[in-house]
């Protein structure tokens, strides 16, 4: 069901590094995004997509994990992630990518869980350094990056307390708890 699959599909920011992800399942999954729709149908998303270990060390230092979460610096050694798709914009064909990014990037995450996976897109990137360090030509602008593995950590969903604050936090048993808004605060309007 699509509703069980959007509950399962958190964000992911520990996994079992040592679970390796084929470079044929991440095809898989952007020719899943082929299909998602985009504005004026220009189709300006591009993709590089790593599964190498030896590049996956390089990318994760580009990256900045949970802004909330101040006293955690990232996934450690071990719980870092087995791939990554960096989402980038093909200037060539467009100027602007508008939400094609944000759709793409949940449709894709939405097809990992399927596989059994799960992820994280992410904005906070080191973008200069990992246009560098992955060669990109400057036709190209990075988006984002998605960040995907075998989970490790338990997410769960909770409503938004008396004091509204959405901030996700950690509890002592490293339980991430994301607090969502309930959907009476959602609906400003039914006519
Ligand atoms: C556009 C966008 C950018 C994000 N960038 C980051 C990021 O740079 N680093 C990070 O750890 N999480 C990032 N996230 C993940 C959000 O923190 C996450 O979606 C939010 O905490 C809600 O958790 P949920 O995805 O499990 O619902 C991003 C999410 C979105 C939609």
New binding site residues.
Partial sequence: MLKDLVQCS??Y?RFDQSARIQPSQLRELVDLIRLAPSGGNKQPLKYILITSEEVCAKVFPQ??????LKDWGGPQEGERPAAYVIVLGDTAIASNFGVDP?IA?QTLLLGAVEQGLGG??????LRDELMTLLEIPPQFEIL?VIALGKPVEK?V?DPVGAGGDIK?WRDAQQIHH?P?RALSDLIVGEK
């Fill in positions: 958190r964000s920011r990256l900045r994990w949970a802004a909330y944000g990037m994280c897109m992410l904005a906070n990137i984002n997410v969903v996700y994301v969502k």
